[in-house]
């Protein structure tokens, strides 16, 4: 009986690990969720934001996610993660999901390029999105994120949103300094997004679409995907660059 049952369970785990390596595969592209974190801390009071000031991410672009995407729209998550993580990731319980295996020096790299590891963001970016990913482990995966976003914040993009710090621009303006960081007609792979707080239209984020296997090329144009399927939500004018 007990052998009936290990060798039922041993034939469960591999079933479940070969779905989650279909699961992993099964995407298009990615998306890089690059977050100005200052315009973000305009409608927020996380322990990121109350330690903003002095850190990399109050004046550069700090990584929010990377994640697996699909033409389609039906994105994949959550590959092969316990029921109980989804539901306490549904219910913005981060800090309480199970720990997952990461290097010391991982998280410290994190620590400077991902601001939201103060409030286990982390934790929902791997088991919502990282799973899914063809990344073997999540060191790898979150090493890829950071180098990317480190090698955004060299670009002219970047330093244009330093220099706009604290004034308003407009849509068109922040996709043509986009497309002079990036290169022509590359203005397609970005989406500018915006939340508006107390009548003011923040610009919060900016999803990057990459090809899967040109990451390691990125920021470069030949990286980029620019027929993607999300959109922007910043209005035509009136787009505030927090400082």
């Not at 200052?38 to 330690?51: I, K, M, R, V």
């Not at 729209?73 to 109980?84: D, I, K, R």
């Not at 963001?121 to 995966?141: I, M, Q, R, V």
């Not at 144009?221 to 399927?229: E, F, H, K, R």
């Amino acid at each position: 009986m007990l052998k009936t049952l290990a060798r039922a369970a041993a034939a469960l785990a591999v079933a479940s690990a070969s779905l989650h390596a279909v699961a992993q595969t099964s995407y298009d592209y990615l998306l890089l969720a690059a977050s100005w974190e200052p315009g973000f801390c305009a409608s927020h009071d996380t322990p990121e934001c109350t330690n903003l000031a002095g850190t990399y991410a109050a004046t550069s672009l700090s990584l929010h996610g990377l994640w697996p995407n699909r033409y389609d729209g039906n994105q994949p998550f959550y590959c092969g993660v316990p029921q109980s993580d989804i539901d306490l990731d549904n219910a913005h319980q981060w800090c309480s999901m199970d720990a997952y295996p990461i290097s010391s020096a991982t998280r410290n790299t994190l620590s400077t390029y991902m601001p939201g590891v103060a409030s286990c963001l982390d934790k929902h970016e791997w088991f919502k999105h990282g799973t899914c990913s063809n990344s073997a482990t999540p060191d790898a995966y979150w090493n890829e994120a950071a180098g990317m976003i480190s090698r955004l914040g060299n670009t002219s993009f970047n330093a244009f949103l330093q220099a706009n710090a604290g004034k308003t621009v407009t849509r068109n303006q922040l996709l043509s300094a986009f497309e002079g960081a990036f290169g022509s007609n590359t203005r397609s792979a970005v989406s500018l997004k915006c939340t508006k707080t107390n009548g003011v239209s923040y610009f919060t984020e900016a999803w990057i679409a990459v090809k899967t296997n040109a990451t390691t090329q990125f920021p470069s144009a030949a990286s980029l995907v620019t027929d993607g399927n999300t959109q922007g939500t910043c209005p035509t004018s009136g787009v505030y660059i927090a400082k």
